[in-house]
Each structure stands twice: as structure tokens, then as C-alpha cells.
């Protein structure tokens, strides 16, 4: 029997912005920006287009990257990856600190290029390439000669053989429609036409892609008559913020556009950030193209679909002698403070000088929310002696707004549920004379609606309290600073410097009546 297989937008569901997907024979490789968290550029793999399973990261060697002192929402910016004559290369931008109108002489953005035989890794030594601008590509023509691809607008400037160095000077190519923010640029070759590829209108509501085309490549270039070729324009329907496109050509000869979009929840509030969606190209008879109709979809027909449906991993004994690629530190981690080889089945941590509203805060793990609903659990042995020392289950957007169900020693064992919205912290709730230091905590996920409990057997469960309204843990709802991430959910310890552990059980998993939209 013949039939048609469907797939459901998003299909990397979670903070994952930014794609960029390359296909090397029948394999195609997807990487996504990560900006503070580290690891640093998520790679995944697939062999369809729509089940995908990550497979490492571009720079895994904190030697390589120092993002502990970055701002919220620094660091890396919107990787590209490509494949050229033996070679897997990744580009991406790292975001410094500072602003630009009033840092005018410093360079507040490098460009990063790393490269490896392997689409896994491991990846080179980061060269960097002073150029202070954003959301480079990588695009190389006919005749060899490879090129840096960069906002705003498109902007173009030669690279050498290894592309460690630039040669010449930057050069406008088309400088977009005149929206706002023309970024996320790319170039793409086809039947003697340069296709020039814009994001624009700011990673907002009211996002796009544009494009326009010449046949050579330093212009000049026509618009396309169908711009925006790819903007959600219907306010009402889940899937939002479409825009920062790659196209992708499967070896049947289709055409497919990855594109970053989000999923509003209870309002216009995107909770779990930005994610990445496929969609279908079509080319028009006149040699222009469009993603899906120019709207981005929910259901889709799937393009050559197989049985590769790799399984989520929601739940972690920490047996392994490596974190699973599911797991994200805040900033860099201290190796000195954190093991998985002291006894089998543990994450054993110690306990920092600084709490989650600084940047100094260090090996807070935590692992992309993928819903808006879903049930974290994790299991905990914590023995605290000083005041402040504590350690327990977060619900992160960032410095300035998260939650934490924490075990606190406060002249005794207490729990307290805290939370910090947009730089106001409150304690919500605090439980006395807590006797046991082995613990399970778990938090409960409905919509904007967070609700946290602590058991001592995982059965009998008693209520923390609960936040009724956490439109702050979004993008939308943060208020100072940059804001590009997503809501995270992990466990940390901190404020004190005594040895303490967070133990094997972390069960991350959906509902099982979970409707996804």
C-alpha cells in the first residue's frame, strides 16, 4: 500500500534557532546556535529531513571558548555549516559584551571558524576573523574560491584556501527589501542564478525571509516579485517568528527550506524560544522560488521519510562516564566542581560562591524544555552545614528570570520555592523542618502554569506551591538585556564551597496525553 507519511512543525522542538543543514551523500547535518550555554553549537544528524538525533557539538574545549563572562544571551550566534572537499566547516558569530553605538572603537562581535573531518567533530581551534558583524555563511563558487557571507544585508568578502583569513575588502551585495534587520544571510547557486537570502524584520512576530537573485555574483540584484517568500501573516495560528532560512536539496532532486519559528503559549508568550521547522520549496517558472506557498505549516507531507526515529532521551541514571548530548551548562564549566566517576549512577556536584542570578555562577545543568506541558523529576542527596548552601531544581530563562525549588540549609533543613522576574526576587514558599537530605523534587508544566512538589519515596508527593504566570521564563517577557534563548529546566548547587550530591535520577518526559498544539 502506498501512502503519504506526515510530519508535525516544529521538528526540532525546544531553543534550537538559528538552523543551518547541509547534506554530505544520503546524511544531512544540522547545527543551531547555543549563545551562552556550553557546550557550544549543537549538531544534529539525520538521514530524512524530519527525525533528528544530536551528535555533538562544534566546540566542546572550554580552552577554546571563555563565555563566563558574557551577558545573557551572548556567545554564540547563528552557526553555519557546509562541506567542501574533505572538510565539515562551521561559522558563527561570538557576541562580546558591550553595545555597539557606544563601543564604536571595540569589536563587540568576532567571527569563529572551525572545521573537522568528522560532521561529530572534533572540531579545530577557533580561528577568528575580526569582522563586527553577525550571522556568517559560508558560500563557494564555481571556481573554488571560498567566501564569508555576512550581515547586514548581504555582504560578501574572499576568504583564503582554509578560510582563516579574509582577503580584500567587505562588499555590499544587496543590502534587502528596507524592512528592518535584514540578517541571517546566505547565498545559494542554481542554473547560473546567485540567490541572495535574507532574514528580516527582526526574530520577531512579523519575521520573513526575502530574497533576490543576479547572475553575477557581486550583483546587481533583482527582488524577488513574491517577497516575502516565507512570513507567518495570521496571528491565530501556532506556528510564529518564521524566518532565517537554508535551503536544502535532497538527492531525489526536492527542495526544502529549515527555517527557525516559535510556538506562542497562553498569549504571545514563546516560552520555549525559538525552534526549527522544514518546509517544502517550490520554484516558479520564472526561476524564483517560495517556501510552502510563502506560509510556514503545521502538518506537512514528509519528503522520503525512513525508520529512523531516534528515541528522546527523557530520563538519565548518569551511568555513563559523559553527559548525554541533551545537557547544557550555563556558561562554562568548572571540571574542578562537578564528576560523574565518583560513584556509579551520580552527578556529583559542589557547591559555588554565587547563585543563578550571576554570571558567576557556575555548573548549573540543564537540558531544553521541548513542551508546554511536560513533568521533570530528579532525585537528589544533599547535606548542607551553612547557611545559604542549597541545591535543587530550576526552571532557567536566565539571570534575571527564573524559578528554583531548592533544598536550603537556613539554621536548618528547609525548602523554598524562588523565584526571580525580571530582576525581583521573591521566596514564594518555604517548608520547615525538612529531616531527610535525600530527596525527589519535580515540577509540573501546564501552559504558563508551573507547579513544583517534593517527595521522600517518589510516591507520596507534597505540594511546594506553584506560579500561576510564567510569561517572565520567555523571550516575550524579559524585560532588560538581551533575551534569544529559551526556558531550560536542570538542577545546580551553590553558595557555600562544602561537598555535597545530586544523584541519578533525572526523568524528564511528556504527558502521555500530551496535544502538542
Not at 54 to 65: C, E, F, K
Not at 67 to 86: F, R, T
Request: proline letters at 5%; one cysteine or more.
Amino acid at each position: 500500500m502506498n501512502f503519504k507519511r506526515t510530519y508535525t512543525n516544529p521538528i526540532l522542538r525546544g531553543f534550537y534557532p538559528d538552523p543551518s543543514i547541509i547534506r554530505v551523500n544520503e546524511d544531512y547535518y544540522m547545527v543551531n546556535s547555543t549563545f551562552e550555554y556550553f557546550p557550544s553549537i549543537i549538531i544534529s544528524h539525520s538521514k530524512d529531513l524530519v527525525n533528528w538525533e544530536t551528535v555533538g557539538h562544534g566546540i566542546t574545549d572550554p580552552r577554546y571558548l571563555d563565555l563566563s563572562q558574557l551577558d545573557d544571551s551572548h556567545g554564540i550566534w547563528a552557526p553555519d555549516i557546509s562541506y567542501y572537499n574533505g572538510y565539515f566547516y562551521i561559522f558563527a558569530t561570538l557576541r562580546l559584551n558591550g553595545d555597539v553605538s557606544e563601543n564604536k572603537d571595540k569589536v563587540l562581535r568576532r567571527q569563529i571558524v572551525i572545521r573537522s573531518k568528522n560532521p561529530e567533530g572534533p572540531y579545530s581551534k577557533p580561528s577568528f576573523i575580526d569582522i563586527d558583524e553577525i550571522d556568517p555563511s559560508h558560500f563557494i563558487d564555481d571556481n573554488k574560491k571560498h567566501y564569508m557571507v555576512i550581515h547586514p544585508g548581504v555582504n560578501i568578502i574572499e576568504l583564503n584556501e582554509d578560510c582563516t583569513k579574509t582577503i580584500g575588502k567587505l562588499t555590499s551585495i544587496w543590502p534587502g527589501t528596507g524592512e528592518r534587520c535584514p540578517e541571517g544571510p546566505h547565498i545559494l547557486k542554481k542554473d547560473n542564478y546567485y540567490y541572495a537570502i535574507l532574514a528580516e524584520g527582526g526574530t520577531g512576530y512579523g519575521h520573513r525571509v526575502s530574497i533576490a537573485r543576479s547572475k553575477k555574483l557581486y550583483g546587481p540584484y533583482e527582488e524577488c516579485p513574491y517577497n516575502p517568500i516565507l512570513r507567518q501573516s495570521d496571528p491565530n495560528l501556532p506556528i510564529q517568528k518564521a524566518g532565517h532560512c537554508k535551503l536544502i536539496q535532497t538527492k531525489n532532486g526536492d527542495w526544502w527550506a529549515v527555517y527557525l519559528c516559535a510556538r506562542p503559549n497562553e498569549g504571545d508568550f514563546c516560552n520555549i524560544g525559538r525552534e526549527t521547522a522544514i518546509d517544502p520549496v517550490e520554484w516558479t517558472k520564472d526561476g524564483w522560488f517560495v517556501i510552502n506557498k510563502t506560509k510556514p505549516s503545521i502538518t506537512q507531507t514528509a519528503p522520503d521519510i525512513t525508520e529512523n526515529k531516534y528515541p528522546k532521551n527523557t530520563f538519565d541514571d548518569f551511568n555513563s562516564s559523559k553527559l548525554s548530548y541533551e545537557w547544557e551548562f550555563v556558561r562554562n564549566h568548572n571540571d574542578l566542581m562537578w564528576s560523574l566517576n565518583e560513584r556509579t549512577g551520580y552527578y556529583r556536584i559542589w557547591t559555588g560562591d554565587y547563585d543563578l542570578n550571576s554570571i558567576k555562577s557556575t555548573n548549573t545543568l540543564v537540558r531544553r524544555e521541548e513542551e508546554h506541558h511536560y513533568m521533570a523529576t530528579t532525585k537528589f542527596e544533599f547535606n548542607p552545614k551553612n547557611n545559604n548552601e542549597q541545591a535543587g531544581l530550576t526552571c532557567y530563562y536566565n539571570t534575571k528570570c527564573y524559578i528554583k525549588l531548592v533544598l536550603i540549609y537556613d539554621n536548618g533543613l528547609k525548602i523554598k520555592l524562588i523565584d526571580n522576574r525580571n530582576l525581583k526576587i521573591s521566596e514564594l514558599s518555604c517548608i520547615h523542618n525538612i529531616k531527610k537530605s535525600t530527596l525527589y523534587f519535580r515540577v509540573i508544566v501546564k501552559s504558563q502554569k508551573r507547579s513544583f512538589y517534593y517527595s521522600y519515596n517518589n510516591h507520596n508527593w507534597k505540594s511546594v506551591g506553584n506560579v500561576d504566570d510564567c510569561s517572565f521564563l520567555s523571550s516575550d517577557g524579559v524585560k532588560f538585556g538581551k533575551h534569544h534563548t529559551g526556558t531550560m529546566v536542570g538542577i545546580f548547587a551553590n553558595n557555600g564551597g562544602t561537598k555535597n550530591k545530586i544523584s541519578s535520577d533525572f526523568d524528564w518526559f511528556h504527558y502521555e496525553n500530551l496535544k502538542i498544539f
